[in-house]
């Protein structure tokens, strides 16, 4: 099941979220300083591309840094990716087919917001911290 989903998200919405990271990315590497962004921001356009049979978990010894790179990423990037992510996952509730893809864009919203200190993780396996 989670291939299928996978498949039908990657049609609708997945590619276009994906390249919105990827923009994000280019533009972070781009100013050398925010390359940390880019990288978190590659992570998160992997997880866009692919999301079910995966989760972000906190990643054990995220201190402080990580709190104020999220702040960071929240006013030069995350806001635009959550509103892109709120308004593609509105679009995809207005259909029954699309109820799954859209709450999975909503659940997708905070890490928009604040992806340092996260890992991907397969919802299999188990992380302790």
Same mark, same amino acid.
């Given at each position: 099941? !989670? ?13 276009? /979220? @994906?390249?919105?990271? =990827? /923009?994000? &990315? ?15 921001? /590659?992570?998160?356009?992997?997880? @866009?591309?692919?999301?079910?049979? !995966?989760? =972000?978990?906190? !990643?054990?010894? &995220?201190?402080? &840094? ?14 635009? =990716? &959550? ?17 799954? /893809? ?23 396996? !188990?992380?302790?911290?």
């Amino acid at each position: 099941m !989670r291939v299928v989903l996978n498949v039908i998200w990657l049609v609708f919405c997945g590619l276009w /979220l @994906a390249l919105g990271y =990827l /923009l994000a &990315a280019v533009v972070c590497f781009i100013l050398i300083i925010t390359i940390p962004f880019g990288i978190a921001s /590659l992570r998160m356009a992997n997880f @866009a591309l692919w999301p079910f049979g !995966r989760r =972000l978990v906190d !990643r054990p010894g &995220a201190g402080d &840094a990580s709190l104020i790179g999220n702040v960071l990423w929240i006013l030069f990037a995350g806001w635009w =990716l &959550a509103l892109g992510h709120l308004t593609t996952g509105i679009a995809l509730c207005l259909t029954i087919i699309g109820i799954p /893809l859209g709450l999975a864009n909503f659940k997708l919203i905070p890490v928009s917001l604040m992806p340092l200190g996260k890992q991907i993780v397969d919802s299999d396996s !188990r992380v302790f911290i």
